[in-house]
């Protein structure tokens, strides 16, 4: 099945490229998202002109999107756990926990785009990549602490 996209998609393309997708994927997933519409000949010479406004809307956002990250690199997370012998948490910080952290100082984040190999396990100061799309992508400052009873 043959789309126009829309809008960026992640591992599969950027807005206004002509991209061939499984059936089931463009018709359950894309179109109803309105992330892609059906490429038929007169649509791909329509959404020629439309690819001029997704340009500019794309350079809109990419700029808005560089201002959000330049923000996010200046905040630093403190989160507060309990922890044992050799600053060993129990439990870990999770992207989930690094969410509502940065939610609680205003900045809303959705934790599938913290990029967290693996759960924070012990007390200190990590340095978490946060990707907000095109490529974009900022470094937030997550400390670690243990909790006082």
Request: glycine share 8%; hydrophobic share 45%; net charge neutral.
């Amino acid at each position: 099945m043959r789309v126009i996209l829309k809008e960026e998609v992640d591992n599969l393309g950027e807005a206004g490229e002509v991209v061939e997708v499984r059936p089931g994927y463009g018709r359950n997933y894309l179109l109803p998202n309105g992330l892609a519409l059906v490429a038929t000949d007169s649509d791909v010479a329509r959404f020629e002109h439309e690819r001029r406004v997704i340009a500019a809307k794309a350079a809109r956002m990419k700029s808005e999107l560089e201002a959000r990250a330049t923000a996010l690199s200046a905040i630093e997370v403190r989160i507060a756990r309990t922890a044992g012998e050799g600053d060993k948490l129990y439990g870990s910080v999770t992207n989930r926990d690094i969410a509502a952290a940065l939610l609680e100082k205003g900045v809303t984040v959705d934790a599938r785009k913290i990029l967290l190999a693996e759960p924070i396990k012990a007390i200190g100061t990590t340095e978490v990549k946060v990707k907000l799309g095109q490529g974009i992508v900022s470094v937030v400052k997550v400390q670690v602490v243990a909790e006082s009873a």
